[in-house]
């Protein structure tokens, strides 16, 4: 079991509190009356690839919606408690959402580049969009460097004019990466970003997400333990708690969750599967 | 039991069955036979002097309906360019601003504007604008043409937003644009076409209205000039040659009513090819 777990990575880290970019306290989400995510406090490092596990419906992607407070998006949905990023509550009274978002980027389950936007277009939407008026040599050098890092330039060169929807399944979640990453934020949260995706495409977007770990924080979520155990250096374990608010059970490094859990509910969840 | 119950059960199914049958075949008999009937009749009375020349006088022969369809297109010209900024801006209020109370009171009320009787809209239009200003005229056409329109567009253009996925609205949002911005580049150009179509419904549904006209445009004998006087228009046409005795003009009127169904009928066509192309 212990084969796929990073440990070069897992225990490159000694951490202190400086090295914390988002600090989770005392976080709770909602849906109208129902409490979907209860009491959650955690601090997720910089520059590093923290993972969420835990069954279906457990409160993984309310949470991860939580961080760049896509979660208000949903009718009815509110957030109490506080998110600190670089020192500041992204949920304090005054703060624009939209300037969070453009921090803390996303990347969804589904891919979901815009079918009326070329490839380019499409990578740069983010900029395009939120600005006046935007140079054109220089969106297209952004594409380029960000269509790079996303490890798709080489494939997706020659159809920059194409509609981005005519891309494969996994080129158009590079593509969606790459276009998070055109908004320069410093953290990036995926929500289960290769469950479409083929073996092949999958590795694809894990190195990509070890890589990008030079300059990004990403979160992801994930069903697959194994990616989590390949990519991540902090995992969080969440499970339902009776009154089917999604508790966080366990956080902290991967190595120490994967082999040595604190908790019996982690252990049986990680075995239960693997052993 | 169950046996006994069975044979009954056969016999409403095919009753039932026989009478939807029925019914669908009267509705596509009746427009076979209206259609046909308007187009034999049209095609044999139309020619090219029909669409270039004036209308002559009872009892000469010839002439055409040249000022009217100038002065249809501009009136629904006229009605378009209010009723499509109008409609659009009310259904994408609908679908994407308004709160439910607020929304759901306009489009009750867009419901209502759109049952209500064109006679009904364009009495409204005479009492509100030709009496104050003392004039029939074009303008007031538009209006009360464009009164018409609005609802038509509204709800189509709020069905299309409504039919743009929550996750490419998302994922405009996840980029740090604002909720605004993303509605004008995302959300409506993936509605278009569903908006497009809905404005070419508008249009056929008023190009051939003929009794808000009656009170407002009223008609006209001489070319289209000015938008504050009477202007003429091709159901107006229809309405009044159709209803004389005399054997140039009833031809003509069945050549105006001829061109008029075209239109809606292509119109019509058009719009299915673009919502099947969607759709795929
Ligand atoms: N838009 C919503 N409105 C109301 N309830 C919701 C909504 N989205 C999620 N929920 C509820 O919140 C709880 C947590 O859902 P969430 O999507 O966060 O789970 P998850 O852990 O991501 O599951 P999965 O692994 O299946 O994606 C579930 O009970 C779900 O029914
Ligand atoms: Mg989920």
């Known amino acids: ?92 009274t005054g703060t624009d959402p939209v300037r969070i978002r453009c921090h803390i980027g996303m990347v969804f389950q589904k891919p979901n580049p815009f079918p009326t936007m070329s ?42 004019k194409q509609s981005g929807a005519s891309l494969s399944g996994g ?67 969440m499970l339902m708690s009776d009154d089917r608010a999604g508790e966080l059970v366990e956080y902290d490094t991967t190595q120490r969750v994967f082999t040595n859990p604190k908790d019996k509910r982690t252990e049986d969840y990680i075995t239960g599967r693997f052993g | 039991m169950a046996k006994h119950a069975l044979l009954p059960r056969k016999m409403i199914n095919f009753f039932m069955l026989g009478l939807c049958a029925l019914g669908a075949g009267a509705a596509i008999l009746v427009v076979c036979l209206m259609l046909g009937y308007i187009m034999v009749q049209g095609l044999s009375f139309i020619n090219l002097d029909f669409i270039i020349s004036p209308s002559v006088g009872p009892g000469q022969q010839g002439g055409g309906m040249r000022d009217e369809i100038i002065g249809t297109l501009v009136l629904v010209g006229l009605g378009s360019l209010i009723a499509v900024p109008l409609g659009m801006l009310t259904g994408v209020f609908l679908s994407e601003f308004g709160s439910p109370r607020v929304a759901s009171a306009v489009r009750f009320a867009a419901d209502v504007l759109a049952g209500v009787p064109s006679i009904v809209i364009g009495v409204f239009a005479y009492i509100v604008i030709v009496s104050p200003m003392k004039s029939y005229s074009a303008f007031s056409a538009g209006i009360a043409l464009a009164i018409i329109m609005v609802p038509v567009v509204a709800r189509t253009t709020e069905e299309s937003m409504r039919l743009v996925p929550l996750s490419l609205r998302e994922a405009a949002l996840a980029l740090g644009i604002t909720r605004w911005r993303s509605v004008i ?74 061109l008029l169904v075209m239109l809606v009928l292509v119109i019509s066509l058009v719009v299915r090819w673009m919502s099947r192309k969607r759709r795929t």
């Open chain 1, 119 to 160: 490839v380019l277009d499409n990578v740069v939407a983010g900029r395009r969009l939120s600005s006046l008026w935007t140079k054109r040599s220089e969106m297209e050098e952004l594409a380029e460097k960000c269509l790079r890092q996303a490890a798709l330039w080489d494939e997706v060169k020659d159809k920059l």
């Open chain 1, 1 to 92: 079991m212990e084969s796929f777990i990073n440990t070069e990575l897992s225990s490159r880290k000694s951490l202190n509190d400086s090295d914390y970019i988002l600090q989770v306290e005392e976080l709770n989400a909602f849906y109208g009356s129902f409490r979907a995510v209860k009491n959650v406090n955690m601090s997720i490092p910089a520059r590093a690839v923290t993972a969420i596990i835990g069954p279906s419906g457990c409160g993984k992607s309310t949470l991860l919606r939580c961080f760049n407070r896509m979660h208000e998006v949903a009718h009815g949905a509110r957030v109490e408690g506080r998110v600190m990023f670089d020192d500041n509550n992204i949920y304090a």
């Open chain 1, 171 to 237: 080129q158009q979640q590079r593509l969606c990466i790459a276009r998070a990453l055109a908004v320069q934020p410093e953290i990036i949260l995926m929500d289960e970003p290769c469950s479409a995706l083929d073996p092949i495409a999958t590795l694809k977007i894990e190195d990509l997400m070890r890589t990008l770990t030079e300059e990004y924080t990403i979160v992801v979520v994930t069903h697959n333990m194994q990616q989590a155990g390949r990519v991540s250096d902090m995992t969080a374990f």
């Open chain 2, 185 to 258: 580049f995302v959300a409506i150009p993936g509605a278009l076409t569903g908006i497009v179509a809905g404005i070419m419904l508008g249009v056929a549904r008023i190009a051939g209205e003929t009794a808000p006209l009656l009170f407002t445009a009223l008609g006209s004998n001489f070319p289209f000039d000015d938008l504050m006087r009477p202007i003429s228009a091709l159901p107006l046409q229809i309405y009044r040659y159709a209803m004389s005795p005399d054997g140039n003009w009833q031809e003509q009127a069945w050549a105006g009513a001829f």
